[in-house]
C-alpha cells in the first residue's frame, strides 16, 4: 500500500485548503485512513479519521466543525478539506492507512502506512 499527499501550501489565517491522499494497492479502499499533523518541534497529532465502510468519521476536537475527512472509492483518494485555517493548523499533514478492513481508530500507533507529508502553513 502506497499513499502520496498532496494539496499542502501557504494561505493565510481564515483561509481554506484541501488536501488529497491518493492511495494505491491492494484492497484501497478497505481500509480506514486518518489525517495527522506534526508541527515545529511538536510531536505528531491526530486530525481526522474515516471508517472504511459507513463512512464513520472522527476529529480532533481543535479542528471540528473546521475540517471535514472524506473520500472518494472510485479515485481510491481520501481527502482533508480545512476551512477557517488558522495559524495554529501550520503543520506537515501526513495520511494514513490502517490494514485491511480494520476499524476506524484516532491513535497513530493503530495505522500500518503513511503518506510522505504536505506541508500547509498559515499566516496570520
Known amino acids: 500500500v502506497q499513499l502520496q499527499a498532496s494539496g499542502g501550501g501557504l494561505v493565510q489565517a481564515g483561509g481554506s485548503l484541501r488536501l488529497s491522499c491518493v492511495v494505491s494497492?491492494?484492497?484501497?479502499?478497505?481500509?480506514?485512513m486518518g489525517w495527522f499533523r506534526q508541527a515545529p518541534g511538536k510531536e505528531r497529532d491526530f486530525v481526522a479519521a474515516?471508517?472504511?465502510?459507513?463512512?464513520?468519521?472522527n476529529y480532533a476536537d481543535s479542528v471540528k466543525g473546521r475540517f471535514t475527512i472524506s473520500r472518494d472509492r472510485a479515485k481510491n483518494t481520501v481527502y482533508l478539506q480545512m476551512t477557517s485555517l488558522k495559524p495554529e493548523d501550520t503543520a506537515v499533514y501526513y495520511c494514513?492507512?490502517?490494514?485491511?478492513?480494520?476499524?476506524?481508530?484516532?491513535?497513530?500507533?493503530?495505522?500500518?502506512?503513511w503518506g510522505q507529508g504536505t506541508l500547509v502553513t498559515v499566516s496570520s
Open positions: 494514513a492507512s490502517r490494514k485491511l478492513f480494520a476499524s476506524i481508530r484516532n491513535s497513530q500507533g493503530d495505522y500500518a502506512y
Open positions: 474515516i471508517s472504511w465502510d459507513d463512512g464513520t468519521t
Open positions: 494497492g491492494r484492497s484501497a479502499s478497505n481500509r480506514a
